[in-house]
């Protein structure tokens, strides 16, 4: 039986798929408070999350676990997102 018949609540992969604008919607009904900046907010969490995905990996090359690629930028998992993110390719 799927998850989402048990609990009656969205699965990961499917609240995943929800549109940005939606859920902005769905915030602003349920708390009167319209989000403002959400492309700001957005970007500013995909560069914390960058941050902390480098210094994993260079926590990992330290205890030799992993080698360092030859760019830095490579120890960021989702660089080429972040990349294209200030053009607005992202944003759903």
Request: positive net charge; glycine residues 6%.
């Amino acid at each position: 039986m799927p998850r989402r018949a048990r609990a009656g609540r969205l699965g990961r992969g499917e609240a995943r798929r929800e549109r940005r604008d939606d859920v902005a919607a769905s915030y602003e009904k349920q708390t009167g408070y319209a989000l403002r900046d959400l492309d700001f907010y957005t970007l500013l969490a995909a560069l914390r999350h960058g941050n902390v995905m480098f210094r994993i990996a260079r926590r990992a090359a330290h205890f030799r676990e992993a080698a360092l690629p030859a760019n830095a930028d490579d120890m960021i998992s989702h660089r080429r997102m972040l990349e294209r993110m200030p053009a607005g390719e992202c944003w759903a």
